[in-house]
Structures are given as C-alpha cells and as structure tokens.
C-alpha cells in the first residue's frame, strides 16, 4: 500500500515547475537590476569623493595640489586659488555623477558611449581649463 500526502493534491507538476520557472525569471530579473544599481552607487561614492576634495579645498591653509606627483606652483592668493579649484571639483563631481545616470541602463546599452566618452570630454575641459584659467591667473611671478 502506498501512503500519499495531502499536499500532492495541491499542486499539480506542471503549475510547479512553470511556478519555479517565473520565479528564476524574476530573480535573475531582480540581480541584473541589482547590478546596476550597484554599478552606479560605485560611480557616484567616486563622484562624490571628487566633491568632498572640493569642499576640503575650501578650507585648506596650504595650495591644494591638481596634478599628481607634482608641487604646487607659488600662488598669489592661495585661499582665492582653493576657492577657485574647490568650485573647479565640485562642478567636475556633479558632471562625473550625472554622467554616470547611463549605467542604470544596462551594461550593452549604447548609452554606455555617453559615459565613458563624457568623462574623457570632462577630464580634458578640466585639465585645460585648470592650466589656461586657474593656474595662470594665481601664480606667483
């Protein structure tokens, strides 16, 4: 004599596994978008870190260094000279977040483009205009 269980009544095979089947759909579903998501909260903290050097430009004694490995000219004024490359971060940071928005779209979406061209676009307006308006302007002669 074989013993059944009530439950087996309740479910039929195939109700169960298109059920399970759903369910891995709209996992892998919620993963993708979960790494997207993810994806973005790392480029905005790197964003955001670009404006906290900003602000801490604000309120520093000494010449805030741009370039790395490389000493700060004397400058004139150095606290108009942080004020000036403090607001030059913080518009760079808001840039670097907003560009970043194209992320929550996918990672083969075309609109990866806009990223990744918009940030060598920025890093080389920042650099120019760093050398050509900031650095001219406050250096000691």
């Known amino acids: 004599m074989e013993m059944k269980w009530e439950s087996e009544n309740l479910f ?9 089947h759903c369910g ?5 579903k919620d993963i993708k978008m979960d790494e997207r ?11 955001c870190f670009i404006i906290g050097l900003g602000i801490s430009a604000f309120f520093r004694k000494k010449a805030v260094d741009f370039w790395a ?3 700060v000219e004397p400058m004139n004024d150095i606290r108009k000279y942080n004020y ?6 913080i518009v760079y940071g808001v840039i670097f977040n907003i ?6 779209s996918g990672q083969n979406s075309p609109l990866i483009l806009l990223s990744v061209l ?3 676009i920025e890093t080389i307006v920042t ?7 900031i650095a001219k302007k406050y250096r000691a002669n």
């Open 12 to 20: 039929d095979n195939r109700s169960y596994n298109y059920s399970l």
């Open 24 to 28: 891995k759909f709209e996992f892998e």
């Open 37 to 47: 998501i993810i994806g973005f909260i790392a480029w905005a903290i790197i964003g």
């Open 69 to 71: 490995n490389v000493k």
């Open 84 to 89: 000036a490359l403090g607001k030059l971060l």
């Open 99 to 104: 560009l970043g928005i194209p992320l929550l």
């Open 118 to 120: 918009g940030i060598m």
């Open 127 to 133: 650099m120019v205009f760093y050398t050509q308006m």
